[in-house]
C-alpha cells in the first residue's frame, strides 16, 4: 500500500506534467465552478490515472505548501448544484469516490479504498463525517478493531465527539466505536457529551445525537459512568421525556437498568406523573415505570393518577394510563377507579378513548364490580343506543365474553327484544352472530 501512494507521489513529481495538463484541461471544462477550493479534487480516469495542473494561468491554489498536514476534501464538493454536471457527480459520487492526500505540499489522487488507516493519519474525524469515509471507518472496526486500530481512531475522535455525534454519518462511527472501545475510552466520550447538562437534553432530542445517547447506555458498565448519565438525564427531564426522540434514551434506561438505578427517573416521573400521562410521548415512559416497578414504588405512581382517572380516562393519551393500571390487577387500585367510573359507564362507553377504558374494566375487575357495571349499561335507558353505537356495541362484546352465571343470562335476555329491529345494523350485528350470545351461559 506504501509502494502505491509512493507510486503516485513520484509520478506527480517526476515529469508527467504534459499528459496531466491536458487531461486537466478537459477535466476542468467539464466540470466548471464559480470558486474552485484550496485542494481542488479530480475524477480519475478509467485506468484511475492521477491528474494535476500545471497552466500557470488556471493553476488551483494550495494553501499548505509549505506544510506537513494532510489534506482531506470529499470528491463531492467538485460538485454545486449550479453546476451543469452536478446530477452526474450525484450518480457517480458512491461508486468513483476519491479524496486527495497530501503529504510534504503535494497533493495525489487516491482512491479511498487504496488507503490504510496509517495513510489516514489526521484525516480520521473528516473521513467520519463522508458516507465514504464513515463506511471506511465501520469496516475496519468491525473486521479489525485490534488495540492498535481503535487506539490510532480515538486519538483523532477524542476532541470531535459532540461534532461527529450531531453528524448523520459521525454518528455511526461513534456508535460502532463504542462497541469496541475500553472503559477508558467509553468514559472519555461519555464526559464529552454530558460536559455541559444543558448541551446534552440538545445533543439526546435531536435525531442523530439520540442514537448515541442510546449506544452508551446500552454499553456503559461502571457505577461511575452510569451516575454520570442519570445526573445529565434528570436535567430538563421534563424536556427530554416530552420529546419525540429522548422519550427513547428514558426508555432504554428503564429497560436496561435496574428500579435503584433509575430512582432518579421514577422520582421526576412521580413529581410530573399527570402532566406525563396527558403528553404523546410521556405517557409511554409512564406506563414503563408503572409496569417494571413494584411495591410501594408502583403505589406511589399511581396514587395521584387515581385522583384524576375520570379525565384521564377520556383523554386521548391519558386513557393509555389508565389501562396500563388496570393491568397491573392491583384489588384495592381496581376498586378504586370502580368507585370513581360508578354511574358514568354509558357516557364512557360512548367515546372514543373511554371506551377503551370500559373495555379493560371489565375483563380485570372482580366479578363485584364487573357484574354492578354490566348491570349498569342494562339498566339504562340508553341500552338500545348503547348496542347499534359505533363504540359501544365492542363494550357489550367484551361483556359477552367476560360474563359469567346469571349475569351473562341478564345481558342476553336484555339483548334479546332488540335483535329483530337490530340485526342488520352495521355496528350491532357484530353483537346478535357472537357465539357468547347464541349459546346461554352453562356456568
Known amino acids: ?120 493519519k489526521g484525516l480520521i474525524s473528516l473521513l467520519a463525517k463522508d458516507w465514504r469515509g464513515s463506511q471506511f471507518l465501520l469496516e475496519i472496526l468491525e473486521k479489525n478493531s485490534t488495540h492498535e486500530n481503535v487506539e490510532k481512531i480515538f486519538n483523532e475522535i477524542r476532541y470531535h465527539v459532540i461534532e461527529l455525534t450531531m453528524d448523520q454519518y459521525g454518528k455511526d462511527v461513534i456508535q460502532k466505536f463504542l462497541d469496541v472501545c475500553n472503559e477508558e475510552q467509553r468514559t472519555h466520550i461519555l464526559a464529552h457529551i454530558t460536559a455541559n447538562l444543558w448541551n446534552f437534553v440538545e445533543i439526546a432530542c435531536s435525531t442523530t445525537g ?100 375520570l379525565m384521564l380516562a377520556q383523554d386521548l393519551y391519558g386513557n393509555y394510563v389508565i389501562q396500563c393500571i388496570l393491568e397491573q390487577e392491583i384489588p384495592h387500585v381496581n376498586s378504586v377507579l370502580a368507585a370513581q367510573f360508578e354511574g358514568r359507564y354509558v357516557h364512557l362507553s360512548m367515546q372514543k378513548c373511554s371506551s377503551h377504558v370500559v373495555e379493560k374494566c371489565l375483563e380485570f375487575f372482580n366479578y363485584i364490580d364487573r357484574s354492578k357495571l354490566i348491570l349498569e349499561l342494562v339498566l339504562s335507558c340508553h341500552f338500545q343506543q348503547l348496542i347499534q353505537h359505533e363504540l359501544g356495541n365492542y363494550v357489550i362484546q367484551v361483556a359477552l365474553r367476560v360474563s359469567r352465571g346469571r349475569i351473562r343470562d341478564v345481558l342476553v335476555k336484555a339483548i334479546k327484544p332488540h335483535e329483530a329491529n337490530l340485526r342488520n345494523n352495521p355496528f350491532s350485528r357484530a353483537i346478535f352472530s357472537s357465539k357468547y350470545y347464541k349459546h346461554r351461559s352453562t356456568f
Open 210 to 309: 439520540s442514537f448515541v445517547v442510546k449506544k452508551l447506555v446500552q454499553t456503559l458498565e461502571t457505577r461511575t459512568q452510569v451516575s454520570s448519565l442519570m445526573v445529565a438525564l434528570t436535567v430538563n427531564f421534563v424536556t427530554l421525556v416530552k420529546n419525540e426522540r429522548g422519550y427513547h434514551v428514558i426508555l432504554e434506561c428503564l429497560n436496561r437498568f435496574t428500579v435503584l438505578v433509575n430512582k432518579h427517573i421514577y422520582f421526576e416521573t412521580i413529581k410530573y406523573n399527570v402532566d406525563l400521562a396527558t403528553n404523546k410521548y410521556g405517557c409511554h415512559v409512564l406506563q414503563q415505570c408503572i409496569r417494571i416497578s413494584d411495591g410501594m414504588l408502583k403505589k406511589t405512581l399511581i396514587v395521584d393518577l387515581l385522583e384524576k382517572s
Open 1 to 120: 500500500m506504501e509502494e502505491l501512494l509512493q507510486t503516485f507521489l513520484n509520478w506527480n513529481l517526476n515529469g508527467n506534467q504534459g499528459t496531466s495538463s491536458s487531461h486537466n484541461n478537459n477535466n476542468h471544462n467539464n466540470h466548471q465552478h464559480s470558486e474552485p477550493s484550496s485542494h481542488e479534487i479530480f475524477s480519475t480516469s478509467s485506468h484511475n490515472t492521477p491528474l494535476t495542473s500545471t497552466n500557470p494561468s488556471r493553476e488551483f491554489p494550495r494553501s499548505n505548501l509549505n506544510t506537513q498536514v494532510p489534506t482531506f476534501v470529499p470528491r463531492s464538493d467538485l460538485y454545486s448544484p449550479s453546476s451543469p454536471n452536478y446530477q452526474s457527480g450525484r450518480n457517480s459520487h458512491h461508486d468513483n469516490d476519491t479524496y486527495i492526500l497530501g503529504s510534504s505540499g503535494v497533493n495525489s489522487v487516491l482512491p479511498l479504498r487504496r488507503i490504510s488507516l496509517a495513510q489516514a
